[in-house]
Structure formats: structure tokens, C-alpha cells
């Protein structure tokens, strides 16, 4: 009788520990099954580190008078890239432009430390650019603020900002610090040059090449 129970319990125990055994099993090829599916083989992210990012350019400009948009024209000709204008919603006339007048429009934006004149909405994809070569005409040493008011108002976050200019004869300066208050930390605002003079489209292009 002893024997019998024994035996019995025997049994019992193995079909237990051959339950959890089997359950341990699936387990485990469940967990392999999970791990294989969610990692990316090796040659995938060596390939993806080595292939070039497909980078769009896009070369966006504001001009008051003429001069910055040829220069942008040609420089979107040159890098075979998409342009925009910042067109602002109000024309700037030639006494908004005036800038012996401390009353004239601009003289007013220029001094305010919060003016953001109006741009003419349009739907820009700037999530389709990597690189923006953005131009102005300098106004008193720096960028005019509608420029501003284009940098607030899209998201430039890790993107390539590569600044140019038209002057009378002031130099880039620091205008790329200055407007780096306009974007996020991760926009790397480059410091271009003025381009006075229009420039060929051959020269752009060479110019272009600086910031590969
Ligand atoms: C309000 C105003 C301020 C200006 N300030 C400067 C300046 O500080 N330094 C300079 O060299 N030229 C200055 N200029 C001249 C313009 O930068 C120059 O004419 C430019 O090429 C105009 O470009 P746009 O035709 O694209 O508007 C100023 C022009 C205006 C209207």
C-alpha cells in the first residue's frame, strides 16, 4: 500500500515538473522570439551610419529693394534649390525704408526689441530641409526684424541655418549670434557672408561648396 502511494506521488510529481518544464520551454522561446524580433541586425546599422543623409536645401530670403533677392535667386540656381520669399504683410514703402528718419517704420521696428512685422502666410514644409541659406539686407548692422519674426515662427530645430546679406558696406559682423536668440539650441546658425555686387551664379556655387 506504501509502495503503491509512493509510486502514485511519484507520478503525480513528474507530470507537475513536466507541466512547469514544458511552460519554462515556451517561455523561453517566447523571449528569444520577442529579443530577435526587436534587434536590428549589425550590417543594418553599420549601413545606416555610412549611407549620405539625403539633405534638401532650401534658400529663403526677405528683400526690401531687389538687391538680396537676385543674390538668392541665383544662389537657389547654383545649389539647385528650392526658394522662398518672406514677404512681408505690409510693403515696406521708400519712407518706411528711410532710415535718416528715427520716425520712419523701419527706424522704429529696428530700435524695439519685440517688433515682429507680419509675414504673408503661406504653408512652408521647413520639415523638408536640413540646410537654409537664409538672406537680408542688412539694416544697422544686423538682420531686419521680419527676419525674426521667420525664425519664431517655423521650427528650425536641428537644422543648418547658413546666413548671407546685402549691405551698403557693413561686413556679416555677428548677426549670426544675434539671431541665434530667434531659434532653439539645436540650430547651428552658420555665418555666411554679404554678397554684394550679384554675384554669378558660378561663384555661388563655389561659395556654396564651403559649407558642405
Ligand atoms: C533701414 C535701412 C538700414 C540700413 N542699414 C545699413 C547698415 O547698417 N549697413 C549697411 O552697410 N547698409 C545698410 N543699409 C543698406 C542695405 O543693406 C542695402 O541697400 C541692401 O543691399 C538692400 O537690400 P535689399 O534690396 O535686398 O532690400 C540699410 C538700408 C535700410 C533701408
Known amino acids: 500500500m506504501m509502495l503503491k502511494t509512493k ?21 523561453l522561446f517566447a523571449v ?3 529579443v530577435a524580433c526587436n534587434s536590428k541586425p549589425k550590417t543594418a546599422v553599420v549601413s545606416t551610419q555610412n549611407t549620405p543623409k539625403n539633405s534638401k536645401i532650401l534658400v529663403a530670403y526677405f528683400s526690401a529693394t531687389g538687391n538680396t533677392a537676385k543674390v538668392a535667386q541665383n544662389l537657389s540656381k547654383a545649389i539647385g534649390a528650392d526658394i522662398y520669399e518672406i514677404k512681408p504683410q505690409t510693403l515696406y514703402t521708400s519712407e518706411d525704408l528711410d532710415w535718416t528718419n528715427p520716425n520712419s517704420r523701419s527706424s522704429i521696428e529696428m530700435k524695439s526689441q519685440t517688433a515682429r512685422p507680419g509675414i504673408v502666410p503661406e504653408n512652408l514644409s521647413v520639415s523638408n530641409y536640413d540646410t537654409i541659406y537664409l538672406g537680408f539686407p542688412i539694416w544697422w548692422g544686423t538682420a531686419p526684424v521680419i527676419v525674426r519674426t521667420f525664425l519664431e515662427k517655423y521650427d528650425f530645430s536641428n537644422k ?53
Not at 510529481?13 to 515556451?26: A, V
Not at 551664379?201 to 559649407?211: C, N
Open 7 to 27: 509510486f502514485i506521488q511519484e507520478i503525480y510529481l513528474k507530470e507537475i515538473n513536466g507541466g512547469i518544464m514544458k511552460k519554462l520551454i515556451i517561455c
Open 160 to 212: 543648418k541655418i547658413i546666413i548671407f546679406a546685402t549691405s551698403g558696406s557693413s561686413g556679416i559682423g555677428n548677426i549670426d549670434r544675434d539671431l541665434k536668440t530667434s531659434v532653439s539650441g539645436s540650430t547651428d546658425i552658420v555665418k555666411g557672408a554679404v554678397l554684394n555686387n550679384n554675384p554669378s551664379v558660378e561663384y555661388l556655387k563655389e561659395w556654396s561648396q564651403t559649407f558642405k
Open 32 to 34: 528569444c522570439f520577442i
